[in-house]
């Protein structure tokens, strides 16, 4: 079978459901080991040295965006040849951007390290873990282009369909992101030798990457081809990914650096570990938009119709699929706390929890818009938002932890997200012809953002449970009867025979 016609399969609504459950369950698993490592590790480090370690894993999120938005652009583009049965291109598009990205995340490793004692006074730390923590930011300096260059072997994965393996290797590596320092601290508490492991478990995972994609794509094993004039549409687009590459994480770890700058980092503890627990749930949205962002590429020029039903379908999927969970999260932040970490936590967290909920919807919400321009070709709409919020979010972030602390990050947090959604919808029903859904359905979204107003007031654990059940079964039910078309129905409806079937 052609490898166009394996895309085209890919495009059907099980092979959707599918992946986008593969992509769950890569995120899910290392969640797990998360929820019960995050404890242990505070315990083990201090809350100080914890803090430490929330920076490293921050920073070497961020250095993905070192791959300029090349990673990306593979998809697309790579996705688009396999749709046009033009897979003789492959194999130079692929090896030139990777040479690219090898050559500039080198450069930009270089000179990140003539900064790092000027980063590490960025921070309020303690004098007796300064050194420690220069030496830290030395070895994640050293791992740029592994980071960077790995972003661009999964995108010849993602442009492939390949969602099994992407997730094994991303449960994997998720996994020891946790299981790693604990590890480390059976023989030393030192958080050198925790972040050096961290690195070289990402090498491994780079080698393994690199073998998937000569297995998948054998053209680019036997044709090493390095011709820029063949990446030129890679670069265009990746041009406005970068710049959002560059914006985003800013505007996502601003808060930590603002915490870590105006009050300290035990500071950045109390703030970070509710923030680590709910964005576990972005695993929903961002499992679904990384099956749609190359269906979204390969399929808006031909049939225009069935991409913008996609786009909807997704929407409501992430909404239904997230309200659920925010809401649980909400009502019960005080007890889970508490549950999880203990009283201290749970009396410094909680609320914090609550508004980085609401924040957190948000912002999966916006992250189908997003996609979509991405996918059809014009990134520079939501990096132009991006842009244009950027100087807004520090300002408010500034003065709101200055004010109220990280109760006032959390709720700049919150606003900030939800700001940025509406212009997401805006910008898609001006600049894309999205049509904004019926009134019925924006006046039920509004309603039930109200709603979650609830939990707030609400205390003690009966009348929580109480409203709890009530509510969801009514949730339940009327997002059955109103909200799902008649094949979503059927579609749910055929697989949970099909599951009780198997069971039997």
């Keep these: 079978m052609e490898e166009a016609e394996i895309l085209s399969i890919n495009f059907s609504g099980s092979s959707i459901a599918k992946n986008t459950f593969y992509n769950l369950l890569g995120n899910i698993i290392p969640s797990l080991f998360a929820l019960v490592f995050i404890p242990l590790l505070i315990k083990g480090l201090g809350t100080e040295r914890f803090g430490i370690l929330t920076i490293a894993w921050m920073i070497i999120g961020y250095f993905s965006f070192f791959d300029f938005g090349i990673g990306k652009g593979l998809t697309k583009i790579i996705a688009e040849k396999i749709g046009s049965n033009q897979t003789d291109q492959i194999s130079k598009i692929f090896w030139t951007s990777l040479f690219l990205m090898v050559s500039v995340s080198l450069l930009a490793s270089i000179i990140i390290s003539f900064f790092v004692p000027s980063l590490v006074n960025i921070f309020n730390i303690s004098k007796n873990l300064r050194q420690e923590t220069t030496s830290i930011f030395y070895i994640l300096a050293i791992a740029i282009p592994i980071v960077t260059t790995m972003a661009g072997l999964r995108g010849l994965l993602e442009a492939h369909q390949k969602f099994v393996i992407i997730n094994v290797m991303r449960g994997f590596l998720g996994i020891f992101t946790f299981l790693g320092p604990l590890l480390v601290l059976i023989i030393t508490n030192s958080l050198f030798w925790i972040i050096v492991f961290l690195v070289f478990i990402r090498i491994v995972m780079w080698i393994l990457y690199l073998l998937q994609c000569l297995k998948v794509q054998k053209r680019i094993r036997n044709e090493i081809k390095i011709d820029f004039k063949s990446i030129t549409p890679v670069l265009k687009f990746s041009i406005w990914i970068t710049l959002g590459n560059i914006i985003t994480p800013i505007i996502l770890y601003s808060d930590r650096f603002l915490i870590g700058a105006l009050i300290s980092v035990v500071a950045i503890t109390y703030y970070v570990t509710p923030y ?121 972030m500034w003065f709101s932890i200055k004010i109220n602390g990280i109760k006032g990050a959390a709720l700049a947090f919150m606003i900030m997200a939800s700001i940025d959604a509406t212009i997401m919808y805006i910008a898609a029903y001006k600049m894309s012809m999205i049509k904004l859904s019926s009134k019925f359905n924006i006046l039920s979204f509004v309603f039930m953002m109200i709603l979650l107003i609830i939990p707030f007031l609400i205390s003690g654990v009966l009348f929580k449970i109480i409203f709890i059940v009530g509510f969801l079964l009514i949730f339940i039910i009327v997002t059955w009867k109103y909200f799902f078309t008649h094949e979503e129905k059927l579609f749910f409806v055929q697989n949970i025979k099909r599951y009780n079937f198997l069971s039997n």
Aim: aromatic share 16%; glycine share 6%.
């Design 276 to 396: 680590e627990l709910v964005t576990r749930l972005m695993m929903i949205p961002v499992a679904l938009t990384g099956v749609l962002f190359p269906i979204f590429s390969a399929s808006f020029i031909s049939n225009p119709d069935t991409t913008k039903k996609i786009f909807f379908s997704g929407v409501k999927f992430v909404f239904l699929t997230m309200y659920p969970f925010i809401l649980l999260i909400i009502t019960f932040s005080y007890e889970g706390m508490e549950l999880w970490l203990g009283k201290e936590f749970a009396i410094n967290s909680s609320f914090i929890l609550q508004l980085l909920a609401v924040g957190i919807l948000m912002n999966s919400l916006s992250l189908i818009p997003n996609n979509f321009f991405q996918g059809i070709g014009k990134p520079k709409i939501p990096t132009l938002i991006n842009l244009i919020e950027f100087p807004f979010y520090i300002l408010i």
